[in-house]
């Protein structure tokens, strides 16, 4: 399509050269974004919200609707219009409830949050406002702080005002506070979740649950949250448990509408695919997806094409034309969004030859980066990050990923905020926490790679990012733009641009140092916050409609009338035992030993399977399984009458080829045909064909004395007739067969008995004569079973969960001897409570062998980092192996620990591989670690590996965290060497750029 599709964007667009003046230090142009920031955000809300809020409340919410304006003085008075779900909210909080905001970014869920705050430091009550990650808590606590004065910071490696009436604090230090009864939890009025969503983080989730059960019922709370399509259950269990009131407060809007286009790879131009009204353009759609196809390219060249280098330099040579384009029309800033640290960097540095900024803007962003810079060594300062991101943050252009340095991604966040960044390229961790909305959202690709294959992201990832895109107060509509390699279907397109978001969902997972903390509290119980997790919610909620839809088929299953009823179930009861001592017999019959010499050629074999009876069938082949069935099966699954086992492979090591009549107009299960319907032995249905079926050993119900000629070429159909006979005489399993009478005469006996009483009793001929009785019995069971079936589903849910999982977890710490019989805590238990950061068990059994005792401070720092390395290895496990010589004796006693703790865990099993468990310890960043507390320079420590220098300081940092634990939990059994030896590696670690101040502090 033509660039002029642009034309119909607001004419208003901001001015790409903003100038911002007077900044004298990187410290002023803080305070400016602050300051800039909150104006920003009362002109936004000064917009009218004329949408419909959907508010709701939980199961057992107050009906009190919210006060009235005036009914008492406002704890704080905002100086722009709140919006609808914002006064809504305010109101609850006034009321004294809690409440969850559900909303999309830049809807102005933080003002709700400062009205709580500013609600608690009136009546002098404690607020905790509590956040994901540090960095979020370092930004919050700048903002908060210039707001309310009183504000505290507390995240493990920086303190500040501990005693101020706000205090802002990671989740994991509140948990610890809650395991701890901290003095401060006493005095806690409110507790602010921002980004509750994280509940859902696979790793940290359980921190969220367990923080929000152990706080005191008195506690309430302001949840903050994207848009969750399950806010109803969410607040619903809040209120089980805290016994009171949880509202929800749920908005769809969107201040700044968004417009979505696609770029389809090679294209000259964008195509609307959804406009700012959510109307999906279907015919621009297709004409997108037509332009794609036309340019794919031939047979010859696909392999060329699908090269990861010529993908990239597609992708590339795009860009710059959509960036190109954004600027041309002033829809800058933008962010640009890639799944790869390494992609991000790559896209950046090939805009090396476009400006973005002006001279002064240039002067600027030096200005500030380089005060930013002041306080860190001369060394650290010739970094190859801080060398050569300068040079692109000049000319407008920035990177913010996992893998740079911390105090370079708030540099890049001041300026992005600043507008001295027209063009961010970004990983998705971009799109969590603190709100810097840009005009403009780019997407280099909407597939992304989980760890097991290339899928299409979903809607609430989609949602999540582009929702960046618009700035409220500032653009009419927000742009997003899909970069598209492969062809997409419009369900694709269309579930992931209108779809819901992803569900609060509960990652709950048992943790030792949960059981040991709650074990060590006289009256507390694991069981208790198992029972009161949100994992356990869930289950439970899908009791009551089990139990509705048992009761549904119960009433069904009473208005089945069955005549003589007592008699008929008597009759199935009885045909059931017949059944099954006939299955006894055929097990005996069919041992390869006793039924392989009569599998010969020509055998009349009655079939049934799972109740299912086929009828008789003539053997041609018997056949023996080998190996090699794997990759080049004999069989073909839709013609296989037995036992299937995974991948669709044959139970047993025997089976045979039979000539077999069936239905080829029906389908049972996975065969291609059904049981034969035959009218008489003389006639059949004309739907019945003679098919060479593969039957299982445990399919073969009887084998027959009877053998027919089978000729040579069984594709005749002279060949395929003779199959059905009647009144066909069978084996005996003692006479023909051989086998030893003492094992199977009391069965045949049994059996013969029941035979009589079933099919030659007077008793039950009138019901043999009725099979329409015998199918409205039929039908009236299996709706009782079914029933009876979701009763004890709905009964299984309402049973704790995991409860069999906390009892093996119990006995690991008695075998281990973390407890004693009594499950009083031993010295090992008391240690293992204060370890969160690394794996408990492991770590604590170390410290009791004595690995540490001969180690310096420098080898513990170096072992400890096989806990904390999170960053997948480039190398071969032999490559990840080669590392210090001092360092191999003190790995390889980590590594016996670790396995006998495994051997543990899997006698419980609590694992099931222990390699699997063992991959945990990444000795990978030994070499790096070491040399840091040696004293060696961050440049120099950066050449003894691949990974990215962001990622080794988040390493370095999870490290020191653990460190500070080892050196509390050694206080607590009362050893000063285990306590100056991890203090020391503490120290020695905690230095330099990896623990470079904040700038937001």
């Given at each position: 399509?033509?660039?002029?599709?642009?034309?119909?964007?607001?004419?208003?667009?901001?001015?790409?050269?903003?100038?911002?003046?007077?900044?004298?230090?990187?410290?002023?142009?803080?305070?400016?974004t602050?300051?800039?920031?909150?104006?920003?955000?009362?002109?936004?809300?000064?917009?009218?919200?004329?949408?419909?809020?959907?508010?709701?409340?939980?199961?057992?919410?107050?009906?009190?609707?919210?006060?009235?304006?005036?009914?008492?003085?406002?704890?704080?008075?905002?100086?722009f219009?709140?919006?609808?779900?914002?006064?809504?909210?305010?109101?609850?909080?006034?009321?004294?409830?809690?409440?969850?905001?559900?909303?999309?970014t830049?809807?102005?869920?933080?003002?709700?949050?400062?009205?709580?705050?500013?609600?608690?430091?009136?009546?002098?009550?404690?607020?905790?406002?509590?956040?994901?990650?540090?960095?979020?808590?370092?930004?919050?606590?700048?903002?908060?702080?210039?707001?309310?004065?009183?504000?505290?910071?507390?995240?493990?490696?920086?303190?500040?005002?501990?005693?101020?009436?706000?205090?802002?604090?990671?989740?994991?230090?509140?948990?610890?506070?809650?395991?701890?009864?901290?003095?401060?939890?006493?005095?806690?009025?409110?507790?602010?979740?921002?980004?509750?969503?994280?509940?859902?983080?696979?790793?940290r989730?359980?921190?969220?649950?367990e923080?929000?059960?152990?706080?005191?019922?008195?506690?309430?709370?302001?949840?903050?949250?994207?848009?969750?399509?399950?806010?109803?259950?969410?607040?619903?269990?809040?209120?089980?448990?805290?016994?009171?009131?949880?509202?929800?407060?749920?908005?769809?809007?969107?201040?700044?509408?968004?417009?979505?286009?696609?770029?389809?790879?090679?294209?000259?131009?964008?195509?609307?695919?959804?406009?700012?009204?959510?109307?999906?353009?279907?015919?621009?759609?297709?004409?997108?997806?037509?332009?794609?196809?036309?340019?794919?390219p031939?047979?010859?060249?696909?392999?060329?094409?699908?090269?990861?280098?010529?993908?990239?330099?597609?992708?590339?040579?795009?860009?710059?034309?959509?960036?190109?384009?954004?600027?041309a029309?002033?829809?800058?800033?933008?962010?640009?969004?890639?799944?790869?640290?390494k992609?991000?960097?790559?896209?950046?540095?090939?805009?090396?030859?476009?400006?973005?900024?002006?001279?002064e803007?240039?002067?600027?962003?030096?200005?500030?980066?380089?005060?930013?810079?002041?306080?860190?060594?001369?060394?650290?300062?010739?970094?190859?990050?801080?060398?050569t991101?300068?040079?692109?943050?000049?000319?407008?252009?920035?990177?913010?990923?996992?893998?740079?340095?911390?105090?370079?991604?708030?540099?890049?966040?001041?300026?992005?905020?600043?507008?001295?960044?027209?063009?961010?390229?970004?990983?998705?961790?971009?799109?969590?926490?603190?709100?810097?909305?840009?005009?403009?959202?780019?997407?280099?690709?909407?597939?992304?790679?989980?760890?097991?294959?290339?899928?299409?992201?979903?809607?609430?990832?989609?949602?999540?990012?582009?929702?960046?895109?618009?700035r409220?107060?500032?653009?009419?509509?927000?742009?997003?733009?899909?970069?598209?390699?492969?062809?997409?279907?419009?369900?694709?397109?269309?579930?992931?641009?209108?779809?819901?978001?992803?569900?609060?969902?509960?990652?709950?997972?048992?943790?030792?140092?949960?059981?040991?903390?709650?074990?060590?509290?006289?009256g507390?119980?694991?069981?208790?916050?198992?029972?009161?997790?949100?994992?356990?919610?869930?289950?439970?909620?899908?009791?009551?409609?089990l139990?509705?839809?048992a009761?549904?088929?119960?009433?069904e299953?009473?208005?089945?009338?069955?005549?003589?009823?007592?008699?008929?179930?008597?009759?199935?009861?009885?045909?059931?035992l017949?059944?099954?001592?006939?299955?006894?017999?055929?097990?005996?019959?069919?041992?390869?030993?006793?039924?392989?010499?009569?599998?010969?050629?020509?055998?009349?074999?009655?079939?049934?399977?799972?109740?299912?009876?086929?009828?008789?069938?003539?053997?041609?082949?018997?056949?023996?399984?080998?190996?090699?069935?794997?990759?080049?099966?004999?069989?073909?699954?839709?013609?296989?009458?037995?036992?299937?086992?995974?991948?669709?492979?044959?139970?047993?090591?025997?089976?045979?080829?039979?000539?077999?009549?069936?239905?080829?107009?029906e389908?049972?299960?996975?065969?291609?045909?059904?049981?034969?319907?035959?009218?008489?032995?003389?006639?059949?249905s004309?739907?019945?064909?003679?098919?060479?079926?593969?039957?299982g050993?445990?399919?073969?119900?009887?084998?027959?004395?009877?053998?027919?000629?089978?000729?040579?070429?069984?594709?005749?159909?002279?060949?395929?007739?003779?199959?059905?006979?009647?009144?066909?005489?069978?084996?005996?399993?003692?006479?023909?067969?051989?086998?030893?009478?003492?094992?199977?005469?009391?069965?045949?006996?049994?059996?013969?008995?029941?035979?009589q009483?079933?099919?030659?009793?007077?008793?039950?001929?009138?019901?043999?004569?009725?099979?329409?009785?015998?199918?409205?019995?039929?039908?009236?069971?299996?709706?009782?079973?079914?029933?009876?079936?979701?009763?004890?589903?709905?009964?299984?849910?309402?049973?704790?969960?995991?409860?069999?999982?906390?009892?093996?977890?119990?006995?690991?710490?008695?075998?281990?001897?973390?407890?004693?019989?009594?499950?009083?805590?031993?010295?090992?238990?008391?240690?293992?409570?204060?370890?969160?950061?690394?794996?408990?068990?492991?770590?604590?059994?170390?410290?009791?062998?004595?690995?540490?005792?001969?180690?310096?401070?420098?080898?513990?720092?170096?072992?400890?980092?096989?806990?904390?390395n999170?960053?997948?290895?480039?190398?071969?496990?032999?490559?990840?192996?080669?590392?210090?010589?001092?360092?191999?004796?003190?790995?390889?006693?980590?590594?016996?620990?670790?396995?006998?703790?495994?051997?543990?865990?899997?006698?419980?099993?609590?694992?099931?591989?222990?390699?699997?468990?063992?991959?945990?310890?990444?000795?990978?960043?030994?070499?790096?670690?070491?040399?840091?507390?040696?004293?060696?320079?961050?440049?120099?420590?950066?050449?003894?590996?691949?990974?990215?220098?962001?990622?080794?300081?988040?390493?370095?940092?999870?490290?020191?965290?653990?460190?500070?634990q080892?050196?509390?939990?050694?206080?607590?059994?009362?050893?000063?060497?285990?306590?100056?030896?991890?203090?020391?590696?503490?120290?020695?670690?905690?230095?330099?750029?990896?623990?470079?101040?904040?700038?937001?502090?």
């Amino acid at each position: 399509m033509d660039l002029d599709i642009f034309d119909n964007f607001a004419a208003g667009s901001s001015d790409p050269h903003q100038k911002v003046d007077n900044f004298e230090s990187s410290s002023a142009l803080l305070d400016s974004t602050r300051k800039k920031r909150k104006l920003d955000q009362e002109e936004e809300d000064e917009e009218p919200n004329s949408k419909t809020i959907k508010t709701e409340e939980g199961a057992v919410a107050a009906a009190a609707a919210p006060p009235a304006s005036g009914s008492k003085v406002p704890a704080k008075v905002y100086k722009f219009t709140l919006d609808p779900f914002q006064r809504e909210a305010i109101g609850y909080i006034d009321n004294n409830e809690s409440v969850l905001v559900a909303a999309h970014t830049s809807a102005g869920k933080t003002a709700v949050a400062e009205y709580a705050i500013a609600k608690s430091l009136r009546d002098r009550q404690r607020v905790i406002y509590t956040s994901p990650i540090k960095a979020l808590s370092n930004q919050k606590f700048r903002d908060l702080q210039e707001e309310f004065g009183d504000v505290g910071l507390m995240t493990g490696d920086m303190t500040i005002n501990p005693n101020a009436t706000c205090l802002i604090m990671t989740t994991e230090i509140l948990r610890s506070m809650l395991y701890r009864g901290s003095e401060v939890v006493r005095e806690i009025a409110w507790v602010i979740y921002d980004e509750v969503h994280y509940m859902r983080d696979k790793e940290r989730g359980v921190v969220w649950e367990e923080s929000i059960i152990l706080l005191p019922h008195k506690v309430r709370f302001v949840f903050l949250s994207a848009t969750i399509p399950n806010a109803l259950a969410f607040v619903d269990w809040v209120s089980r448990i805290h016994h009171q009131p949880c509202h929800v407060v749920y908005t769809d809007y969107r201040p700044v509408p968004l417009q979505h286009y696609l770029f389809p790879s090679g294209g000259e131009g964008l195509y609307l695919v959804v406009d700012e009204k959510s109307k999906f353009r279907d015919e621009n759609f297709q004409r997108a997806m037509s332009y794609l196809q036309s340019n794919a390219p031939g047979e010859g060249d696909v392999a060329n094409a699908k090269s990861k280098r010529n993908v990239q330099r597609s992708v590339s040579a795009d860009l710059l034309k959509i960036v190109h384009l954004i600027m041309a029309r002033g829809l800058e800033p933008c962010i640009v969004f890639s799944f790869s640290k390494k992609d991000c960097e790559t896209y950046a540095l090939q805009m090396g030859k476009m400006e973005f900024n002006n001279e002064e803007e240039k002067q600027l962003v030096e200005h500030v980066f380089n005060n930013a810079m002041e306080s860190l060594a001369e060394d650290d300062k010739n970094l190859p990050q801080i060398q050569t991101i300068l040079p692109l943050l000049k000319r407008g252009v920035g990177i913010h990923h996992g893998g740079l340095l911390p105090i370079l991604k708030e540099v890049i966040e001041i300026l992005f905020q600043e507008g001295l960044i027209k063009c961010l390229f970004a990983t998705e961790t971009f799109s969590i926490g603190i709100n810097m909305p840009a005009r403009t959202v780019v997407f280099t690709n909407t597939r992304k790679f989980d760890g097991k294959d290339f899928r299409w992201i979903t809607s609430g990832e989609y949602i999540q990012m582009s929702g960046r895109a618009g700035r409220r107060g500032k653009d009419d509509k927000g742009i997003v733009i899909q970069m598209l390699e492969d062809k997409m279907e419009p369900d694709v397109a269309k579930n992931m641009i209108y779809g819901a978001s992803d569900p609060l969902y509960s990652s709950y997972q048992i943790k030792y140092n949960m059981v040991l903390n709650m074990m060590r509290v006289e009256g507390a119980d694991p069981q208790h916050i198992i029972k009161s997790s949100f994992h356990q919610y869930t289950q439970e909620a899908n009791a009551p409609n089990l139990r509705r839809k048992a009761e549904e088929l119960e009433r069904e299953a009473s208005l089945i009338e069955v005549a003589e009823e007592d008699v008929v179930s008597e009759y199935v009861d009885l045909s059931k035992l017949e059944a099954s001592l006939k299955r006894q017999i055929n097990a005996i019959l069919m041992e390869p030993k006793h039924c392989l010499p009569f599998l010969q050629s020509g055998r009349l074999i009655e079939i049934q399977f799972q109740d299912v009876s086929f009828g008789w069938g003539a053997i041609v082949e018997l056949k023996r399984l080998e190996g090699r069935i794997m990759n080049n099966p004999p069989y073909s699954a839709s013609r296989w009458i037995g036992t299937l086992g995974p991948r669709s492979t044959p139970i047993g090591e025997y089976y045979v080829d039979v000539l077999l009549e069936v239905n080829t107009q029906e389908k049972l299960g996975q065969l291609d045909f059904g049981p034969a319907r035959i009218v008489d032995y003389l006639q059949t249905s004309p739907n019945n064909n003679v098919y060479l079926v593969h039957v299982g050993l445990d399919a073969i119900n009887s084998l027959s004395a009877v053998k027919l000629n089978i000729p040579r070429d069984i594709r005749k159909d002279a060949a395929k007739q003779g199959v059905r006979k009647c009144n066909i005489p069978l084996l005996h399993p003692v006479q023909d067969m051989g086998v030893e009478e003492a094992s199977i005469a009391h069965v045949i006996e049994r059996h013969s008995e029941l035979v009589q009483r079933v099919y030659h009793s007077a008793r039950f001929a009138a019901i043999r004569q009725q099979p329409k009785v015998l199918e409205a019995f039929t039908a009236k069971l299996k709706l009782l079973e079914e029933a009876k079936q979701l009763r004890h589903e709905a009964t299984a849910l309402q049973s704790v969960t995991m409860k069999e999982e906390l009892k093996s977890m119990r006995k690991v710490l008695k075998k281990l001897e973390y407890v004693n019989a009594e499950g009083v805590l031993t010295a090992k238990g008391r240690f293992a409570c204060e370890v969160s950061a690394g794996d408990e068990l492991v770590l604590t059994n170390m410290i009791f062998a004595g690995v540490f005792n001969d180690l310096t401070v420098d080898q513990t720092v170096a072992l400890l980092s096989c806990f904390e390395n999170q960053e997948k290895s480039s190398g071969s496990d032999g490559a990840a192996s080669r590392f210090r010589a001092d360092m191999q004796r003190p790995f390889r006693a980590l590594q016996t620990t670790a396995r006998e703790v495994a051997q543990v865990l899997l006698e419980m099993k609590l694992i099931t591989d222990e390699d699997d468990y063992m991959k945990r310890f990444d000795p990978s960043l030994i070499d790096v670690t070491y040399a840091w507390s040696s004293g060696m320079k961050f440049s120099e420590v950066c050449k003894l590996s691949e990974v990215y220098e962001g990622s080794i300081i988040r390493a370095l940092r999870r490290l020191e965290e653990l460190l500070r634990q080892l050196s509390a939990a050694s206080i607590a059994i009362g050893n000063n060497e285990l306590v100056t030896l991890f203090s020391d590696g503490s120290a020695r670690i905690r230095r330099g750029v990896v623990f470079a101040a904040s700038l937001y502090i």
